[in-house]
């Protein structure tokens, strides 16, 4: 079998890593296996005609009809558009400007800053590439970017990125857990199996544990000092509660409001339609502990130990009492597998949780992470 290692002294697995990290940025589960095994296919096939070089990478890097059509855009934007322009820009034998087009499926066609060996022997050919990748600087920067200093264009363009990639985080999560469900050895499945063996049992047949996914309590503070970050995350859960099962869904500012049903829209923009008629309090003041009491007094049979998951979104500036806070967190850590606490503030370089609330709140927190932005956000997949 051909190895990533005989072609990674080429210019092409240059190219080959840079798309995959540029597909990766515009949504497309390409990690470390998946660029591993774009190299070997592109070893394979070789780089002398686009549209086997193409098939090869979409059969590596696709598992979906969504994913193959989002490779379709990726891949026309990052190479043939580059291929396109070079070939145009050649001077023919006439004097004049060829016209040679390199779009996808002809077979003549072929990727001419792909099958470089190196930047020495080319310099202009690399400046190519360089060029095409840069496209992927601008999801890049607005995945990372504070959510407070976006534009509303940021914004808008931010959401459509992050509603695909929601998405397939729920799938990878779904995938994760549907491993390792192997129970204990079904005894009469296995003698069954292997009556043709002689009986002996070569092949074990293992009874399938049942599934029991997650359930999250999510919590958003909707306060005026949250007011930077509330609408986007607003959106963020009503992700959440669309792409997972068990999702209950509350806001609060100086009291608690529960618009898990107004989550059940069928599109975001019926959802946040229907909120903007709900009396939730936006931009007031802020009661943490008091909106944690009614929680725990209205809805604690939410709460199952073993496998609930809550999630408090909130900058932790409380203006209610902290002892009343602190023994409410107290009372929901005892009756949940994991407490989340998420704050927007801890993405800033000097930010120390020193307010009184937040303080009262570490010692029963689980996990304590940043929320500033789309990939913190994201990382939010490894706590669940």
Known sequence: ????????????????????????????STGLP????????????????????????????????EDWDLFEKCFRSFWERSSQL??????????????????????????????????????????????????ASAPERLS????????????????????????QMSRRLARRRSCGL?????LRRTIRGNISHGGDPINLRFRRRKLRPYRLVTLLDISGSMSA?????????????RHFRHVDTFLFSTRLTEITGLFRAPCLSGALAALSQWPAGWSGGTNIGGSLREFNQLHCRKLRSADTLFIILSDGWDTGD???????????????????????????????????GMRAALPHLDVFAPAHNLESLLALERHL
């Open 1 to 28: 079998m051909i190895e990533a290692r005989d072609i990674e002294a080429t210019g092409a697995a240059r190219t080959i890593v840079s798309f995959c990290r540029f597909a990766r940025q515009q949504g497309l």
């Open 34 to 65: 998946e660029t591993l095994g774009a190299l070997q296919a592109t070893a394979v096939l070789g780089a002398a005609n686009t549209d086997e070089l193409k098939l090869g990478l979409r059969a590596v890097l696709c598992s979906s009809k």
């Open 86 to 135: 070079r070939a145009t820009s050649q001077p023919s034998p006439s004097g004049g400007r060829r016209q040679e087009s390199v779009t996808s499926g002809i077979d003549r066609g072929r990727v001419p800053w792909l099958m470089s060996t190196g930047a020495a022997e080319n310099p202009s050919r690399e400046q190519d590439g360089a060029q095409a990748v840069t496209g």
């Open 144 to 167: 990372q970017a504070d959510l407070s200093t976006l534009s509303q264009a940021d914004l808008a363009v931010l959401e459509q990125i992050s509603a695909r990639l929601f998405r």
């Open 182 to 186: 192997r129970g204990q050895v079904d």
């Open 229 to 241: 970050y509330s609408m986007f995350l607003v959106k963020f859960l009503y992700a959440l509660q």
């Open 322 to 356: 902290v002892d009343v806070l602190e023994r409410e967190l107290g009372a929901i850590k005892r009756r949940v597998r994991k407490l989340i606490w998420l704050n927007p503030l801890l993405g800033l370089d000097d930010y120390q949780p020193i307010t009184g």
